[in-house]
């Protein structure tokens, strides 16, 4: 089946440090890719949706200046959190879909758990 | 709009007994209806989807959903469980034509010896 991997797994930085997390598609093209924020014990939530070639759409809430997105080729896209403060500390989910003709069907990365200290 | 609502956060069954985790929608078009399962420390796994086919779904691991609806329901159900079936279950929905997953609150399911 379709793989996303991303990178790094785990990763803790200092307050007011900027981390950048990385989401490939190792098998398949995506133009479209997504970014979830899972706080603990708590459901996936959507944070953005990455776009090969174009800017990032960023849902209601989620600071685009903060999240800064980059679609830089069709089988890599990458979130960077800038001035991490603790309350950053979650874990980021990314995924990517492919269109079977009857849908989408999004394959999840295995997930980056970000500490912030 | 679209929504899901998991209606247990917890599930607890015995080894080799019946599974059954509760999901209903909403949705303002044709739903795509998807399970997903996350092992601690571990990515989502697709379990099975729904995409305007056969309304009895059946995914991997022995599992299968039915979506029905009238009663906007997709609920995943597995006649026996197993050890290995220990994990937190999300039920999700997205729109066909739309990328956007939504995703429910989660059901995390316990299995005793």
């Known amino acids: 089946g379709a793989v996303v991997s991303q990178h790094p797994s785990w990763v803790i930085c200092k307050s007011g440090t900027s981390v950048k997390i990385e989401c490939r598609s190792l098998?398949?093209?995506?133009?479209?890719m997504f970014w979830y924020r899972q706080f603990p014990k708590q459901s996936l939530m959507l944070m953005a949706t990455?776009?090969?070639?174009?800017?990032?759409?960023?849902e209601q809430g989620v600071e685009k200046d903060k999240f800064l997105i980059n679609h830089a080729s069709l089988t890599l896209s990458t979130l960077t959190v800038t001035s991490a403060h603790p309350e950053d500390s979650s874990f980021y989910i990314c995924?990517?879909?492919?269109?079977?003709?009857?849908?989408?069907?999004?394959?999840f990365g295995p997930g980056t758990r970000l500490l912030v200290l | 709009a679209q929504s899901v609502t998991q209606l247990d956060s917890h599930v607890s069954v015995s080894e080799g007994t019946p599974v059954l985790l509760r999901c209903n929608y909403s949705?303002?078009?044709?739903?795509?209806l998807f399970w997903y399962v996350q092992h601690p420390n571990k990515g989502l796994q697709l379990l099975l989807k729904?995409?305007?086919?056969?309304?009895l779904v059946k995914g991997i691991n022995g599992f299968e959903a039915e979506f029905k609806k009238s009663e906007t329901s997709f609920h995943l159900t597995k006649p026996s469980a197993h050890m290995s079936d220990a994990a937190e279950y999300f039920c999700?929905?997205?729109?066909?034509?739309?990328?956007?997953?939504?995703f429910g609150s989660g059901t995390k399911l316990n299995v005793k010896p």
């Open positions: 995924s990517a879909p492919i269109n079977s003709g009857r849908g989408e069907t999004q394959y």
């Open positions: 098998d398949f093209q995506a133009t479209t």
């Open positions: 990455s776009n090969e070639g174009s800017k990032a759409t960023y």
């Open positions: 949705s303002s078009y044709s739903p795509s």
């Open positions: 729904y995409t305007s086919a056969a309304t």
């Open positions: 999700v929905v997205s729109v066909y034509n739309f990328n956007k997953f939504y």
